[in-house]
T-cell receptor
């Protein structure tokens, strides 16, 4: 059974810092992995989608890596800003059409 | 282009009542998913439609939950009768297809359900 965990559960950093959020999954047989952010009272916004054949994806100040063999993904946020404050969720697909399995999330607070 | 929309944004009902949640996917998206997040837990899959057919409903908690997608456009999720443990946020997502990159799921804002 696939389980997804995220460390840390919460993180508070001063503005401008670079930071790394971690995601681990127990079954390396995944199809792809997706990072989302959720703002309070809002829906989920897709940040990056990494296909299983890829090692990383980049979008602006965000970089996500995927290491299937070790069951890990990291989300790197460069030069953090207060607007980055949100909950970040990691989710994996077992197959191309399968439901997404979510981690519990990391709550990020960037202090001005 | 409009994203995934959900109605209502918040619903407060009493135990034993019926509630119907609605999801409008992105136009042209054949795949529609329902998820929910109950207090303190991870977001969990409920079911997946491909057009009007249920592809996977393994996440539906019990027979008090009924999902439909008549015509393959919008979907409804009915809870009847609602119980206290049904409280949470219900998310809907849609994707254009099943092969990358069309399998990327886009989520709606969610419906917060409170059962008193």
């Amino acid at each position: 059974k696939q389980e997804v965990t995220q460390i840390p559960a919460a993180l508070s950093v001063p503005e401008g810092e670079n930071l790394v959020l971690n995601c681990s999954f127990t079954d390396s047989a995944i199809y792809n992995l997706q990072w989302f952010r959720q703002d309070p009272g809002k829906g989920l916004t897709s940040l990056l989608l990494i296909q299983s054949s890829q090692r990383e994806q980049t979008s602006g100040r965000l970089n996500a890596s995927l290491d299937k063999s070790s069951g890990r993904s990291t989300l790197y946020i460069a030069a953090s800003q207060p607007g980055d404050s949100a909950t970040y969720l990691c989710a994996v697909f077992r197959t191309s059409y399968d439901k997404v399995i979510f981690g519990p999330g990391t709550s990020l607070s960037v202090i001005p | 282009e409009a994203g995934v929309t959900q109605f209502p944004s918040h619903s407060v009902i009493e135990k034993g009542q019926t509630v119907t949640l609605r999801c409008d996917p992105i136009s042209g998206h054949d795949n529609l998913y329902w998820y929910r997040r109950v207090m303190g837990k991870e977001i969990k899959f409920l079911l997946h439609f491909v057009k009007e057919s249920k592809q996977d409903e393994s996440g539906m908690p019990n027979n008090r939950f009924l999902a439909e997608r008549t015509g393959g456009t919008y979907s409804t999720l009915k809870v009847q009768p609602a119980e206290l443990e049904d409280s949470g946020v219900y998310f809907c997502a849609s994707s254009q297809g099943l092969a990358p990159p069309q399998n990327e799921q886009f989520f709606g804002p969610g419906t917060r359900l409170t059962v008193l």
